[in-house]
């Protein structure tokens, strides 16, 4: 149950980050945000958390089969921060065809691994190895 609500509370952290982070971004660095946002509904919304926490849920149950290796929080924060990052520059791979701005592409970059990095510092409390010698 523990695993359970630090899945579904780094979730929360996350989605509420990413809202932030775009509404900083869109409203202080507003000549590099696109111009053809579109309408989002409450479904896309639901189906972001649904998409994050299906991702963050991956992302433990692979902690999870490597946790000998993660004995210490800061392997476990690492750990995290790399694989979000790489989903993070994954997500923006398409900034070589489609029409987003090369800067834009990079400051979503940045916030989402700074999302990361503070996702993986909250999973890292409530997943812990149970192996001697790991803390």
């Given at each position: 149950?523990?695993?359970?609500?630090?899945?579904l509370?780094?979730?929360?952290?996350?989605?509420?980050?990413?809202?932030?982070g775009?509404?900083?971004?869109s409203n202080f660095?507003?000549?590099?945000?696109?111009?053809?946002?579109?309408?989002?509904s409450?479904?896309?919304?639901?189906?972001?958390?649904?998409l994050?926490?299906?991702?963050?849920?991956i992302?433990t149950?692979?902690?999870?089969?490597?946790?000998s290796?993660l004995?210490?929080?800061?392997?476990?924060?690492?750990?995290?921060?790399?694989?979000?990052?790489?989903?993070?520059i994954?997500?923006?791979?398409?900034?070589?065809?489609?029409?987003?701005?090369?800067?834009?592409?990079?400051?979503?970059?940045?916030?989402e691994?700074?999302?990361?990095?503070?996702?993986?510092?909250?999973?890292s409390?409530?997943?812990?190895?149970?192996h001697?010698?790991?803390?």
């Amino acid at each position: 149950m523990k695993v359970f609500f630090g899945l579904l509370f780094t979730t929360l952290v996350n989605f509420t980050c990413g809202l932030a982070g775009f509404y900083i971004a869109s409203n202080f660095l507003i000549s590099f945000v696109p111009q053809h946002q579109h309408t989002v509904s409450t479904y896309d919304f639901l189906w972001s958390f649904l998409l994050k926490f299906t991702v963050i849920m991956i992302l433990t149950w692979i902690m999870y089969r490597v946790m000998s290796t993660l004995d210490t929080p800061k392997k476990r924060i690492l750990f995290i921060f790399l694989l979000g990052s790489s989903f993070s520059i994954y997500n923006e791979v398409d900034i070589f065809w489609s029409n987003n701005s090369l800067t834009w592409s990079l400051i979503m970059i940045t916030g989402e691994s700074i999302n990361w990095l503070i996702s993986g510092y909250l999973l890292s409390k409530f997943v812990k190895p149970k192996h001697l010698g790991a803390f």
